[in-house]
């Protein structure tokens, strides 16, 4: 939990940083560096630990993706047209939801190597497919014409400027009742799920739960997978651009 916790600070100032960094640096050079310095390395952290000092420096480097995070954002609603962004955010929903389906292997590899060295032997081919991914990333993304504009017309960094623009746009945010409703659920669904994704695999294995041995507990998250990419499938396509505010409540309240 305490590990989790100092992920999830790092995340936030992360993300505010990453803010300041996309308007500085333009959005795709932001995302690309931060990517580089947190994935790769994290992996090979997890991979060769010794102890939990390894799990705590390993957490802290694999989160500073998250200064990435708003020029990942950036890029893709100033690089997808408008019409098509609901059909595209869907098809990424589907890649990342897709990648539980690979699982089961998981599961073999603890059952074949055990859960240390199985685990040892996942981060390894992390390493490996996400050079391989940010190589083909960097060759092929390219920069918004919002973000070349923001590198052009930087203006000097002055740190009570960056205050105020982070202040404008919590006054938005408030003042917007959408908005701002949206933003409290966002949270509330975000808290629960880092509960869930922290404590259920302990839950699992644990005897006065549900006590699955290390190699089963990758039939839940598989599933959540089948089931969200089955909803993606079937019942996304059906929702109008003109009933997303009405429906986004229902569905967020029903799940």
Same mark, same amino acid.
């Given at each position: 939990?305490?590990?989790?916790?100092?992920?999830?600070? %790092?995340?936030?100032?992360?993300?505010?940083?990453?803010?300041?960094?996309?308007?500085?640096? !333009?959005?795709?050079?932001?995302?690309?560096?931060?990517?580089?310095?947190?994935?790769?390395?994290?992996? =090979? /952290?997890?991979?060769?630990?010794?102890?939990?000092?390894?799990?705590? +420096?390993?957490? /802290? %480097?694999?989160?500073?993706?998250? %200064?990435?995070?708003?020029?990942?954002?950036?890029?893709?609603?100033?690089?997808?047209?408008? #019409? *098509?962004?609901?059909?595209?955010?869907?098809?990424?929903?589907?890649?990342?939801?897709? +990648?539980?389906?690979?699982?089961?292997?998981?599961?073999?590899? /603890?059952?074949?190597?055990?859960?240390? *060295?199985?685990?040892? +032997?996942?981060?390894?081919?992390?390493?490996?497919?996400?050079?391989?991914?940010?190589?083909?990333?960097?060759?092929?993304?390219?920069?918004? #014409?919002?973000?070349? *504009?923001?590198?052009?017309?930087?203006?000097?960094?002055?740190?009570?400027?960056e205050v105020e623009k982070f202040k404008k746009a919590a006054l938005s945010i408030k003042d917007r009742y959408e908005?701002?409703?949206?933003?409290?659920?966002?949270? =509330?669904?975000?808290?629960?799920? %880092?509960?869930?994704?922290?404590?259920?695999?302990?839950?699992?294995?644990?005897?006065?739960?549900? !006590?699955?041995? #290390?190699? #089963?507990?990758?039939?839940?998250?598989? /599933?959540?997978?089948?089931?969200?990419?089955?909803?993606?499938?079937?019942?996304i396509p059906k929702i109008k651009e003109s009933d997303f505010k009405n429906s986004c409540p229902r569905k967020t309240?029903?799940?």
């Amino acid at each position: 939990g305490l590990v989790v916790s100092l992920g999830i600070a %790092v995340q936030a100032i992360g993300t505010i940083v990453g803010g300041v960094m996309a308007d500085r640096f !333009g959005h795709k050079r932001t995302l690309m560096i931060f990517d580089i310095i947190s994935f790769p390395p994290a992996m =090979l /952290i997890f991979a060769f630990a010794q102890n939990v000092w390894w799990f705590v +420096a390993g957490t /802290i %480097v694999a989160n500073l993706c998250m %200064v990435g995070f708003p020029s990942w954002h950036c890029i893709f609603i100033e690089g997808t047209p408008k #019409e *098509k962004r609901a059909n595209v955010y869907a098809v990424l929903q589907m890649v990342f939801n897709g +990648a539980s389906l690979f699982l089961p292997i998981a599961g073999l590899f /603890i059952d074949g190597f055990g859960l240390v *060295k199985g685990c040892r +032997a996942m981060y390894l081919v992390a390493f490996v497919s996400m050079i391989a991914a940010l190589f083909y990333r960097g060759r092929n993304l390219k920069e918004t #014409e919002e973000g070349e *504009k923001s590198v052009r017309n930087k203006s000097p960094y002055k740190f009570s400027d960056e205050v105020e623009k982070f202040k404008k746009a919590a006054l938005s945010i408030k003042d917007r009742y959408e908005l701002f409703w949206f933003s409290i659920v966002q949270i =509330l669904v975000a808290f629960a799920l %880092v509960m869930w994704n922290t404590y259920t695999p302990v839950y699992l294995i644990d005897k006065n739960g549900i !006590g699955l041995t #290390e190699s #089963e507990i990758w039939i839940f998250p598989f /599933i959540f997978s089948l089931v969200m990419i089955s909803i993606i499938v079937i019942f996304i396509p059906k929702i109008k651009e003109s009933d997303f505010k009405n429906s986004c409540p229902r569905k967020t309240f029903f799940s």
